[in-house]
Structure formats: structure tokens, C-alpha cells
């Protein structure tokens, strides 16, 4: 079960609750009147989540053969210099 706080509390004591967050690496569910309002997290936990989704994303995109693999530092080298000429195109 998550920590719960009470949107009182984080009225009175945001700092505290937030440190709380961060310690504690778990997430903390703000309650008003017994009902849930919404979540709060340490920063490590939403790097994390952050990390996870592009993960995800990339694992997708490999899936569906939108990558490709780069053999040789000739190769990386080659792609980099057509990445240039399409990011000064773009101006």
C-alpha cells in the first residue's frame, strides 16, 4: 500500500512531504476528504519511469524495423554527417 499524506498537510508542509518523497524512493498518494487527489513521486522514480517509456519506445521502434544497426565507426561517422546536412537543411 502507498504512504498517504493529506492535502492539508502538504498545505502546511510541502517541503517536508517532498523530502519525504525523495527518502523514502516511494510514492506518496495526497488524500483529501478519504479520496485519493493525486500522486508524488521522488525524482529518481520519474527519471526512471522517463527512462522505461523511451526504452519502451525504442524496443517498439526496433520491432517495427524503424532503426537500423550501425556496424563500423565509418558507418556512425556517415550517419552523423547526414544527420548535420539534414538539421542545417531544416534552418
Known sequence: MFNTVSARQIQRGYKKVFEDANK???PI???SNNKPLGGIISLDLLE???LDAILEQ???ESREGKTKII???KDLEKDI???KKYALSKD
Request: net charge positive; hydrophobic share 40%; aromatic share 0%.
Open 24 to 26: 523514502s524512493k516511494e
Open 29 to 31: 498518494v495526497a488524500m
Open 48 to 50: 526512471k519511469i522517463r
Open 58 to 60: 525504442a524496443l517498439k
Open 71 to 73: 556496424r563500423t565507426k
Open 81 to 83: 554527417e547526414d544527420l
